[in-house]
């Protein structure tokens, strides 16, 4: 097996150095981004260091049209919370059109939380006129191109968290952690209130900055064998505790209580987490996601993000995981056609 296995390293090795150069994170996955030898001469502080001025130098150059409150409020804490982000005459239709109607649904569990995902697709668009409104407003389309680096459109769910519902494993979105070492955009525009008690969002600010105790600390953990950490950590989501915090210089987390018609943006290479719930319930949004090769100089040219395309993403994804299953694995089963509320 051993010439077997020099083999497929050899093989491999050119797809491994190729990553060098996209937002690959795996230390575990790929041998040389998790290379303790070449990280200790700088691999991973050099990637994510680079990373951070491509970002900076994009952000710079779609700045002009996010509105001045919320640009300052994402730089300084890495996150921005709208209040009556839809307008209160199309919020109400918008709310009820999607959770009285069953649409095409996928599952996921983890530890004891279920995350049920709808595709925003063109059925739901056609629809749901309302919801189709607010994603082609420009302001809010400007907010997410600057916190994801990139004008490009992002994939869009109906997703539900059903908190609290069985399994001895804790769920691991509940551990503060960060995406990624680069920019990631996520949003969240909440249908229904979101109480302490239902397990709200929650990210410490200031961290999505890549401040020079930042950078020590990504350092120190790509020195750490990807074998002796917790799986998620190994490939590059890791986990953080209040003594790591403390060693950047970082302050507590914040939960992120809201009303309903609440929209959150955040640049997820910061620190956070879903609040443990303290009660069984199901938390309701619209989500959205960002993210993109954190080493592109340009700011637009995404195909996928052309109309008659973009809104077709997510089935394409779900079908060809579908497919390949059995060498990548699929964790969104289908569930056929439910509300996003199920009673």
Not at 24 to 29: E, P, R, T
Not at 259 to 271: C, I, R
Not at 283 to 302: C, I, M, Q
Not at 314 to 334: A, F, M, T, Y
Request: net charge positive; aromatic share 8%.
């Amino acid at each position: 097996m051993t010439w077997l296995r020099r083999l497929k390293t050899a093989l491999q090795t050119p797809i491994w150095t190729l990553q060098l150069a996209s937002g690959a994170k795996s230390f575990i996955d790929n041998p040389i981004i998790g290379s303790r030898r070449l990280n200790a001469l700088g691999l991973h502080r050099s990637r994510v260091r680079i990373a951070e001025r491509m970002c900076r130098w994009r952000r710079k150059r779609l700045a002009a049209k996010v509105p001045h409150e919320w640009r300052d409020a994402f730089e300084r804490d890495g996150f921005v919370v709208i209040e009556n982000a839809v307008p209160s005459e199309d919020f109400e239709g918008l709310r009820e059109a999607i959770l009285s109607q069953e649409w095409a649904a996928r599952e996921m569990r983890q530890g004891d939380a279920i995350t049920r995902r709808i595709a925003i697709d063109g059925e739901m668009l056609a629809e749901v006129p309302e919801l189709k409104r607010f994603l082609e407003r420009s302001d809010i389309n400007a907010l997410l191109h600057y916190v994801a680096s990139y004008r490009t459109t992002p994939l869009h769910y109906v997703q539900t968290i059903v908190s609290s519902c069985g399994g001895e494993a804790p769920d691991p979105q509940e551990t503060l952690h960060a995406d990624t070492f680069h920019a990631s955009m996520k949003s969240w525009l909440f249908l229904k209130p979101v109480t302490e008690a239902d397990g709200p969002f929650t990210y410490v600010p200031g961290s999505h900055r890549f401040s020079e105790a930042r950078l020590k600390w990504e350092y120190e953990r790509s020195l750490v064998d990807p074998r002796s950490i917790d799986r998620l950590s190994a490939r590059g989501s890791p986990r953080v505790d209040e003594n790591a915090l403390i060693a950047m210089d970082l302050g507590a987390a914040e939960k992120i209580s809201v009303p309903e018609n609440t929209l959150v943006v955040a640049d997820t290479s910061g620190f956070h987490a879903r609040g443990p719930a303290q009660r069984r319930g199901e938390r309701v949004e619209l989500w959205s996601y960002a993210r993109r090769n954190p080493f592109f100089p340009w700011l637009g040219g995404d195909l996928l993000s052309l109309p008659g395309i973009a809104e077709r993403r997510v089935g394409w994804l779900w079908s060809l995981r579908d497919r390949l299953e059995k060498q990548i694995g699929q964790p969104w089963q289908s569930v056929g056609r439910r509300r996003p509320i199920d009673d």
